[in-house]
């Protein structure tokens, strides 16, 4: 059974960079999409972007100028870099395995909350 | 942003019959489809239906989906307490390039 699990700090000033990072256990990383997807207190999910393991990605368009994503498979790890944080960038960040050809998310991590205050 | 919508709430009896909406247009779920996902209170969401009303292993068959159009459906039969959840649509965005989701449906059985 695939299992995800998000870390980094749960706490980031305004104006600096979010840091996420994604550890896949139970099965391998490769040949899958991985995405990032967060949600706000009592707000909508919003998908934020996703990585192959090629390394090839595709990002939100609202969100792309301040988003990068990379990936390790030596680790199984992927990561998130969000730019230029506000406090409308506060939410539970989740980070899901997104299959090929699918439409939607099969495995999903516990998620983290990152808050954006100085 | 562009979305899918949903109604924010639906409110049923214990046992009754609840069906969720979500609609988008020919980019998305008309073309595509819509996945299904079930968020309790407190926790990640759980996938209910990949597109073309494929359920997962483990999910009750109370839980069936459709498609007409650009409207999908999820319907679950005999509520029970533990359906109440929030419910969200989801699907690929060909002229985005982009996963969108619904606003979510609070699914409140009484």
């Known amino acids: 059974q695939v299992q995800l699990q998000e870390s980094g700090p749960g706490l980031v000033k305004p104006s600096e960079t979010l840091s996420l990072t994604c550890t896949v256990s139970?099965?391998?990383?490769?040949?899958?999409?991985w995405s990032w997807i967060r949600q706000p207190a009592g707000k909508r999910l919003e998908w934020i972007g996703r990585?192959?393991?090629?390394?090839?990605?595709d990002y939100n368009p609202s969100l792309k100028n301040r988003v990068t994503m990379s990936v390790d498979t030596s680790k199984n790890q992927f990561s998130l870099k969000l730019m230029y944080v506000t406090a409308a960038d506060t939410a539970v960040y989740y980070c899901?395995?997104?299959?090929?050809?699918?439409?939607?998310?099969?495995?999903w991590g516990q998620g983290t909350l990152v808050t954006v205050s100085s | 942003q562009a979305g899918l919508t949903q109604p924010p709430s639906v409110s049923k009896d214990l046992r009754q019959t609840a069906t969720l909406t979500c609609t988008g247009n020919?980019?998305?779920?008309?073309?595509?489809?819509a996945a299904w996902l079930q968020q309790h209170q407190g926790h990640p969401p759980k996938l209910l239906f990949h597109r073309n009303n494929n359920r997962p292993s483990g999910i009750s068959e109370r839980f069936s989906a459709s498609r007409s159009g650009n409207t999908a459906s999820l319907t679950i039969t005999g509520l029970q307490p533990e359906d109440e959840a929030d419910y969200y649509c989801s699907t690929w965005d060909t002229s985005l390039s982009a996963h969108l989701f619904g606003g979510g449906t609070s699914l409140t059985v009484l």
């Open positions: 139970g099965g391998s990383i490769s040949n899958n999409y």
């Open positions: 899901a395995r997104d299959p090929p050809g699918d439409i939607t998310f099969d495995h």
């Open positions: 990585i192959y393991t090629s390394g090839s990605t």
């Open positions: 020919s980019n998305n779920v008309g073309n595509q489809g």
